[in-house]
């Protein structure tokens, strides 16, 4: 089976968010880059199910400028065959999509998989997008993932519960955890990950259909009120009276 | 012209974040010198659609398919594009849900319209632009987003909207069929298996939000936790490393990595507060932090505190909300 794993390259966890003097753009100086945490699951689970099946190729595939390379190379280096580049800035979730949707109609991929969502944009659509852009179902989000020869069989979340999904190949869906427990990079497979194929293409000429204008961080706290441990019932008061919230 | 919301509904009821939506919608009708039409999705009541009207809801839609009572990617979809297209809507507004972020991506492309999601403010029309707010950065940041083109979907986050309540007012329900298919049907579940709610409340939909972290030291305690809760009439949730060791299923887990809340109030239980866990919960209204750290990051991030120890304190609570009550 030939999977494509889409990943997106965002801030580390753990990034305090900044922005550039005009508020247009994410300030990236001195940010650490990482493979967005909810893609781990799909390519984990892409190579699991690979493994399973004893043939078949996974495939990354990222939509970013050549700084996105070293967590291409690590993606490959958890195991994924080979690489595609599609070099650009990644606007917005449709043009995005519209770059997979084009990769994903010349490889004949039968699944394709990404994570929920990517931690800095947080759409929660491109997966959405792609299903509809190439006419093939889409599940998501899926807590778990397992194929008999054509057919997957998924969980699907669904708010207070899961829903039970069996879909056949071609198909994408967007994986959450506790789809797998991401695999990190063994020493041979990054030395491996050197030569495996990257190949760079070139974007559509879609636009995008958002823009952000300015981007601002929460308004700070104003400071914890703090109350004693042996006073606790005091909170309650407070919470009812004060905060109106219960 | 006219606005589109859609409502999604579970036992007979529409959900309280669809009345935000329903309310949302609404009030962009009304900007745009519209009216608003939902269509409704799940197990639902006539009457109850009725009472979208208390909403500014001007007509509801509702196809009483039994296959729809379920959530199904493909017929969903279908289902709102023709209501869509019947009501030349040209704003549609949907929950930021995980029903209504699958659906609202699809419509995007079948519809040609352009999408925000984890939408929190009305939108601003000035000089001719529609502008909304939106979380980005996993609850770190706001953007203000413009959306391009003649369509627009909006995905509305959940307590960030409040709901309208013109009471009395009700809206007429029309049968609607969008002559759906086996095919529309493809990812019809199987099994739908619903978590056990016993006296529980539901964490997405909770207003209230008890959660406990790694402070809690083992899956026994967490009736601390669950007897607070009750009192209050929350919802239980817990952090990273808990449903990491499998104290608590990982559909509890709030954070960066896990669901976003935005409740009226959260009470964070021997939780430290790392920057992962803070963005899940920092758009909540008020922040209860009760730890026995004083130096735990958490406080910074709170409006009220107890520096103690939470099998001394949660009691306390606990007792304190029966006597209120």
């Known amino acids: 089976m030939k999977f494509l794993v889409c990943i997106s390259n965002v801030p580390d966890t753990t990034t305090k968010i900044t922005f550039t003097p005009d508020n247009k753009e994410f300030n990236k100086a001195g940010v650490q880059f990482v493979i967005n945490p909810w893609d781990e699951y799909a390519l984990t689970r892409a190579i699991e199910l690979k493994e399973a099946q004893g043939a078949g190729t996974v495939t990354v595939l990222n939509v970013g400028e050549a700084d996105t390379e070293p967590n291409i190379r690590k993606a490959l280096a958890i195991g994924a065959d080979d690489a595609i580049r599609v070099n650009a800035h990644p606007k917005d979730a449709f043009f995005v999509a519209k770059q997979i949707a084009a990769v994903a109609k010349d490889g004949g991929y039968d699944v394709i998989l990404m994570g929920k969502e990517s931690i800095d944009y947080n759409g929660f659509q491109v997966h959405g997008m792609v299903g509809e852009l190439l006419g093939i179902p889409t599940v998501a989000p899926a807590m778990k993932l397992d194929m008999s020869g054509n057919t997957a069989t998924l969980e699907r979340e669904i708010e207070g519960g899961k829903e039970i999904v069996e879909v056949n190949a071609p198909f994408v869906a967007s994986c959450q955890q506790p789809m797998c427990e991401p695999r990190i990079p063994n020493m041979r497979g990054i030395m491996t990950a050197r030569t495996k194929p990257l190949k760079v293409v070139e974007a559509t000429a879609d636009a995008a259909r958002t823009e952000v204008e300015t981007f601002a961080l929460p308004p700070a706290k104003q400071g914890v009120k703090l109350i004693p441990a042996e006073n606790a019932g005091e909170l309650i008061r407070l919470l009812r009276n004060e905060a109106k919230v219960i | ?325």
Not at chain 2, 12 to 36: C, D, F, H, I
Not at chain 2, 62 to 70: C, G, Q, S, T, V
Not at chain 2, 90 to 119: F, Q, Y
Not at chain 2, 223 to 242: F, H, R, Y
Request: glycine share 10%; hydrophobic share 45%.
């Open chain 2, 1 to 325: 012209m006219s606005v589109l919301v859609v409502v999604e509904c579970d036992g007979g009821e529409v959900k309280k974040s669809s009345l935000e939506v329903a309310s949302y919608g609404s009030q962009v009708a009304q900007m745009l010198g519209t009216t608003a039409t939902a269509i409704a999705v799940g197990e639902v009541t006539e009457a109850n659609l009725a009472l979208l009207g208390e909403q500014g809801i001007s007509k509801v839609l509702y196809d009483a398919e039994p296959r729809l009572k379920d959530f199904v990617n493909g017929a969903y979809t279908k289902l709102i594009a023709a209501a869509a297209q019947k009501e030349e809507a040209k704003v549609i507004v949907l929950a930021n849900s995980n029903i209504g972020a699958a659906v609202g991506s699809r419509l995007s492309i079948r519809l040609e319209a352009s999408i925000a999601t984890n939408v929190v403010e009305l939108p601003k029309t000035d000089g001719g632009k529609f502008v909304v707010k939106r979380g980005a950065f996993s609850g770190k940041a706001f953007a203000d987003v413009e959306l391009a083109g003649d369509r627009k979907i909006i995905a509305v986050k959940k307590n960030s909207i409040e709901a309208l309540h013109e009471a009395g007012k009700t809206a007429p329900v029309e049968s609607f069929s969008a002559q759906l298919t086996d095919a529309d049907f493809a990812d019809a579940p199987k099994e739908v298996i619903m978590q056990d709610q016993a006296g529980g409340v539901l964490l997405p939909e909770a207003d209230l939000v008890v959660s406990g972290g790694r402070g809690m030291k083992g899956p026994e305690n967490w009736n601390l936790i669950e007897d607070l809760a009750k009192a209050l009439g929350a919802a239980t949730a817990c952090s990273k490393p808990v449903s990491d060791v499998d104290w608590r299923p990982h559909h509890e887990h709030v954070g960066q990595t896990g669901i976003t809340v935005s409740p009226n109030l959260y009470i964070a239980c021997g939780i430290s507060g790392a920057i992962q866990h803070l963005a899940g919960v920092n758009s909540s209204k008020v922040i209860v932090v009760i730890n026995k750290d004083p130096e735990a990051p958490f406080f910074k991030a709170a409006d009220y505190g107890i520096v103690g120890d939470v099998f001394d304190v949660l009691p306390r609570l606990t007792e304190a909300v029966k006597q209120l009550n």
